[in-house]
């Protein structure tokens, strides 16, 4: 029975994870939008932010199918 708890537990982790992540990635993508009427370069720097968070959002998946099978 200890296993299937923490691996319910790990699976939560995971997911909260993957929440934050996608928390950030999508007002990146609004924010790199509007920022290209306002300074092209600071769109720039908000979409590089925004492949950065889905660097990650693609980071947890592959560790959580990786513990998890």
């Given at each position: ?43 720039i720097a908000a979409w590089i932010l925004a492949g950065l968070c889905f660097a990650g959002f ?12």
């Amino acid at each position: 029975m200890k296993p299937t708890i923490l691996i319910e537990k790990t699976a939560k982790r995971w997911k909260r994870l993957e929440l934050l992540v996608l928390g950030l990635l999508f007002p990146t993508l609004l924010a790199g939008l509007g920022l290209m009427y306002v300074s092209f370069a600071a769109a720039i720097a908000a979409w590089i932010l925004a492949g950065l968070c889905f660097a990650g959002f693609c980071a947890v998946k592959i560790m959580a199918w990786y513990y998890h099978g």
